[in-house]
């Protein structure tokens, strides 16, 4: 996990990817995060467990919808509650969704589905927060899906994803 | 990663647990889970510690001189602790102080507290073989002489039973990161502070979850 000053990419304050031999890496761009306003930390451990989940950033969970149509979530534990956060003797951590949270046969309310027990549903994402996923039986690929701040899901706005969500 | 729960008091046994805590943390394959590291939670602190005890693989119990803070329900922390353990059947690993253990004068109990603790450290003693010590550095040695002791007689190794295959998934992974500082913006002090506060959200809250743990080392410069 490499903190630096500069992101190579403009606006990121962390991501998670490969080195060129295949070794899992995140970097935090402290600039841009304090340019957003963002805690470092908060970067920090957001990419951090995301990439102990998915060290390879090549995992994603398929919710069939009816046996023929379904979707795709890419498996990023902290971008469906990105914007919820809590503290660890007084550093600023992400918050972050529970397995369940990917398991679209558990009922609502009927397990926890995140860290700080924010969502109450699987796929639910958190005010202000969002999620990549890719409808299998359609052409659009994979979108990044936000849940407007102060709304509930299902998420409105929807955006082209990078290959990797920078945040 | 096997979760050790560290049980003891505090004021008499400052160094002792701080020993006790590096030893355990040294030993791959070992968390210990201590209250120095709980932070601020919305829950008593009785209930908290016994879950911890109860979510743990192995307790062990540093017994001193004082009986310590009592809880609302009567007994003292240590000792509700170490009912918890018996109570969810986790194996108990306890060390006495020896008679020469220094206590200092300012610290010495109530004779109610006195009597409770004599009987407190009787009731560890029952049914077990117990370690004697005299100084931490002692305590360091007989605490990862114990653990391996008691990771030989483990029943059939590591062979989970047949409920905790069908309640379980993997057991965990542990991963290694190494965090580099090249930021001009934050120093190494403060980067000292977050990644401790990383690593016990890892080990804390993200592992027993999701299976995967992670211990975090600072890289030095340059590296």
Redesign the interface.
């Known amino acids: ?5 500069e992101s190579e990419y403009p606006g990121a304050i962390a991501y998670h990817s490969l080195t060129p031999e295949g070794l ?1 890496l995140v970097k935090v761009s ?2 841009n995060a ?1 340019q957003s306003n963002v805690p ?2 908060t970067a ?2 957001h990419d ?2 995301e ?3 998915n ?1 390879r950033a090549n995992l994603a969970v398929y919710d069939s919808e009816d046996g023929v149509k379904g979707r795709l979530y890419v498996r990023e ?1 902290c971008d469906p509650v990105a914007s919820i956060y809590y ?5 600023v ?1 992400s918050n ?1 969704v ?2 369940a949270w990917f398991e679209s046969f558990r009922a609502r309310a009927s397990a926890q589905f995140d ?1 700080e027990g924010k969502l109450n549903a699987p796929f639910e994402v958190a005010p202000g927060s969002y999620v990549t996923s890719c409808q299998v039986t359609a052409s659009s690929g994979w979108q990044q899906n936000f849940a407007p701040a102060g709304t509930a899901d299902p998420p409105a706005k929807t955006t082209k994803a990078k290959k990797k969500a920078k945040r | 990663m096997l979760t050790v729960f560290l049980s003891s008091t505090s004021k008499d046994l400052v160094q002792t647990r701080e020993a006790a805590f590096r030893a355990i943390e040294g030993l791959h394959g070992y968390h210990c889970v201590r209250m120095e590291d709980f932070g601020s939670w919305d829950e008593a602190p009785d209930d908290f510690c016994r879950a911890k005890v109860a979510e743990s693989d192995l307790v062990i119990c540093i017994v001193g001189p004082l009986y310590g803070s009592r809880t609302p329900a009567g007994p003292s922390y240590t000792e509700r602790e170490f009912d918890a353990a018996i109570t969810n059947k986790k194996p108990c690993l306890v060390f006495l102080t020896a008679d020469d253990y220094p206590l200092a004068a300012n610290l010495i109990e109530k004779d109610e507290d006195r009597k409770c603790q004599t009987a407190f450290r009787e009731k560890t003693s029952n049914g077990r073989m117990i370690t004697r010590f005299s100084t931490p550095d002692q305590v360091s040695v007989k605490v990862v002489q114990a653990i391996r002791n008691w990771e030989a007689s483990r029943p059939s190794g590591n062979v989970p039973s047949q409920a905790t295959l069908l309640a379980s998934q993997i057991k965990s992974v542990s991963y290694r990161v190494a965090v580099l500082n090249q930021s001009t913006r934050v120093t190494d002090d403060e980067i000292k502070i977050a990644v401790a506060a990383l690593q016990t959200q890892i080990h804390r809250d993200f592992a027993p979850v999701w299976g995967i743990d992670a211990e975090l080392t600072i890289a030095a410069k340059g590296a």
């Open positions: 996990m490499l903190i630096q000053d899992p402290v600039a304090q470092w930390t920090a451990s951090l467990m990439m102990l989940a060290p534990i503290r660890i003797d007084g550093t951590v972050f529970y397995p860290h």
